[in-house]
Structures are given as C-alpha cells and as structure tokens.
C-alpha cells in the first residue's frame, strides 16, 4: 500500500479528531466505561496521524520577564493563566506555579478515582478480574510499540493513566475546564500529544534518597514540551506529606549525570545541584490540593521528602508535546 497523500492525511487527522471531540461531549452528558475505553484508543490513532501532518514551526521568540521580582519560583492564579505567563516564567525561571488549576470540587473525586485505578491495577496484577467499571483496562497500542513492564510502574507507585480510562477522561475534562488545552496548543505550535509512559497517576510517599533529575536527560533532545504536575494533596514546605525540591532557575541544556555523589547514571548528583544552586538555592515549595507546577524538560527537580513523613500524595503528572515531536519510543496519545 502506497504512502497517503499528505491531503489525505490532513483529511485523517481532522476526522480522528473530530471523532475525539464528539466522544468526549457524549461521554461527559452519560458516562460510559465502554466509550472511554474507545476514547483512549481514538486519542492514539489521532497521534498518529498528527505526526504525520506539517511539522511545527520554530519556537516564537523569547518573551519578556513578567517575574522579574519573584522570589523563588513565579506565581499565578489559575484564572490569570495564559501562554505569555507560561513562557515568561518557563523560559527566564524554569517553572511556574499555577495556584488552583484544579477546582477544590473535584479533588476528592479524583482521588476516588485514583483509588479505584489502583485496585483494579491490583487486581490484575495478582491474576484476578480487575472490575467491570473500567476503572483499569491496561491499554494495548499494537505490536509496533514496546510497552515497559507494567509491575515496575506498579512498585513505582504510578499507573499509567491510559490503562485507567475513566481517570483519564476526568483528568483531561478537568484540564480542558481549566484552559489548558488553548495555552498548551498556542505554546507547543499545534495541539498538544501526551504519552501513555509518561502520563501517570502516582501515590507518593516519603523517600530515603531524593533521586535529582532533568527528564531531558533520558526523553532526548531537542523536544518542545511540558510537564503539567499537579497535586491533590496539601504537600511541601514542612508539611508531612512529600512535595518537590528544586532549583528554581533556568537551566540551557542537560547537565552531567551519574557523577557528585549520584546513586544512578541517569541522576544528577548532589555535588552538581549544589554548584547549579548557588545563585538560585534549593527550595520546596508549598503546594495545597489543586496547584500545579509547569515546568518543561531541563527543569532541575526531585522529590521533597524526608524519612521521617508519614502523608501519601496523590499525584497527576502529565508531559505535553509538540503533535510532532514526542519521544520516538513512547506511545502517543491526543489531548
């Protein structure tokens, strides 16, 4: 079979896309395990065809400092969120802290159905039926694609939101209610791809060893994206619950690994932090239920526990990119 027009595969995107839309519109006014299950799928054929659309142009030039003066890390409400706030602190800062981007209504919901996904990965995981709600339907994308192996998500705390349908139908609908999806798209030049590896719910707990990282380090180079961080618990500062550190600056490139003290290859070791934190220190940022952090793939960060927390944080982590630029061995996915 011959290689499709790029008319006919404009035509197949579009198509794909409206077919995304419409699904989600039906399956917000009546819920349906079924349709979410087939939404999940839809998301990855229209991935697949945006890839092969006009790829996205150069990256605007830079913006000005809104944030000259913050301290630390820059803030915004969720209201006030826009692609120039996003840029600004991305671009000069490293991050940006979106206060409420998701609604005190629906934090509590989203850990229900963060539990539910959890118990049914569970349940698969020792052989035994994971329910009929559709709470965890591990997602196959076909034989072209290498799926990591699910138990290490598993100890890792995390399942993969495309295996939870319905977590990733409320999670994208809470994320579209919020904007997010029109400043995503203005900043990444076209609408937004997310990754099934790289799109987790995570319950989170306190760690002996903070493991320091730039996801630039082992996603690649050259790749226009961003991670939309979001907690649904009160975290950081000195609470009991883990939040993040980080080093609240804007890093040019991926820094060296598996050397100051690192514990693995891929991990930026202390010594490394410490000299990058000079001029910018170590901080830990205090988070209530609902904010988000966004931050793109050289931002510097770790967990922010110590051994002594005993509080669990219910986490979304979900990267972004360009719909012609995910990183070639993950599975992608349509926003």
């Given at each position: 079979?011959?290689?499709?027009?790029?008319?006919?595969?404009?035509?197949?995107?579009a198509?794909?896309?409206?077919?995304?839309?419409?699904?989600?519109v039906?399956?917000?006014?009546?819920?349906?395990?079924?349709?979410?299950?087939?939404?999940?799928a839809?998301?990855?054929?229209?991935?697949?065809?945006?890839?092969?659309?006009?790829?996205?142009?150069?990256?605007?030039?830079?913006?000005?400092?809104?944030?000259?003066d913050?301290?630390?890390?820059?803030?915004?409400?969720?209201?006030?969120?826009?692609?120039?706030?996003?840029?600004?602190a991305?671009?000069?800062?490293?991050?940006?802290?979106?206060?409420?981007?998701?609604?005190?209504?629906?934090?509590?919901?989203?850990?229900?159905?963060?539990?539910?996904a959890?118990?049914?990965?569970?349940?698969?995981?020792?052989?035994?039926?994971?329910?009929?709600?559709?709470?965890?339907?591990p997602?196959?994308?076909?034989?072209?694609?290498?799926?990591a192996n699910?138990?290490?998500?598993?100890?890792?705390g995390?399942?993969?939101?495309?295996?939870?349908?319905?977590?990733?139908?409320?999670v994208?609908?809470?994320?579209?209610?919020?904007?997010?999806?029109?400043?995503?798209?203005?900043?990444?030049?076209?609408?937004?791809?997310?990754?099934?590896?790289?799109?987790?719910?995570?319950?989170?707990?306190?760690?002996?060893?903070?493991?320091?990282?730039?996801?630039?380090?082992?996603?690649?180079?050259?790749?226009?994206?961003?991670?939309?961080?979001?907690?649904?618990?009160?975290?950081?500062?000195?609470?009991?619950?883990?939040?993040?550190d980080v080093?609240?600056?804007?890093?040019?490139?991926?820094?060296?690994?598996?050397?100051?003290?690192?514990?693995l290859?891929?991990?930026?070791?202390?010594?490394?932090?410490?000299?990058?934190?000079?001029?910018?220190?170590?901080?830990?940022?205090?988070?209530?239920?609902?904010?988000?952090l966004?931050?793109d793939?050289?931002?510097?960060?770790?967990?922010?526990?110590?051994?002594?927390?005993?509080?669990?944080?219910?986490?979304?982590?979900?990267?972004f990119?360009?719909?012609?630029?995910?990183?070639?061995p993950?599975?992608?996915?349509?926003?």
């Amino acid at each position: 079979m011959g290689r499709a027009r790029p008319g006919e595969v404009l035509a197949d995107a579009a198509a794909l896309l409206d077919e995304v839309d419409a699904l989600s519109v039906a399956n917000r006014a009546r819920r349906d395990p079924d349709l979410e299950a087939r939404l999940v799928a839809r998301r990855h054929e229209a991935a697949l065809a945006l890839a092969h659309t006009d790829a996205v142009g150069a990256w605007p030039a830079p913006v000005e400092d809104r944030f000259a003066d913050a301290a630390g890390l820059p803030e915004v409400d969720a209201a006030d969120l826009d692609v120039a706030a996003l840029r600004s602190a991305v671009w000069h800062h490293g991050a940006l802290v979106v206060r409420g981007l998701v609604p005190a209504a629906r934090h509590a919901g989203l850990r229900a159905t963060a539990d539910r996904a959890f118990a049914g990965q569970a349940a698969d995981a020792a052989g035994e039926q994971p329910g009929v709600d559709g709470a965890y339907r591990p997602f196959d994308p076909g034989p072209d694609y290498k799926v990591a192996n699910r138990a290490w998500v598993r100890e890792a705390g995390a399942v993969w939101l495309a295996d939870a349908p319905g977590a990733l139908f409320e999670v994208l609908d809470v994320f579209e209610a919020a904007g997010l999806r029109r400043v995503l798209t203005e900043h990444l030049g076209g609408r937004p791809v997310f990754t099934m590896n790289k799109t987790t719910l995570r319950k989170v707990t306190a760690v002996a060893h903070p493991a320091w990282h730039q996801d630039g380090a082992f996603m690649g180079a050259g790749l226009r994206t961003v991670n939309v961080w979001v907690t649904l618990t009160d975290c950081g500062a000195d609470l009991d619950v883990p939040g993040l550190d980080v080093v609240p600056r804007r890093l040019d490139g991926v820094v060296e690994t598996g050397t100051q003290g690192a514990m693995l290859p891929n991990q930026v070791g202390p010594g490394t932090v410490e000299r990058l934190a000079r001029d910018a220190p170590v901080t830990r940022p205090q988070f209530a239920a609902g904010d988000a952090l966004l931050f793109d793939d050289l931002f510097l960060h770790a967990t922010g526990a110590t051994p002594h927390m005993t509080g669990t944080r219910y986490t979304i982590e979900s990267w972004f990119f360009a719909p012609t630029g995910w990183p070639s061995p993950y599975v992608p996915l349509v926003f």
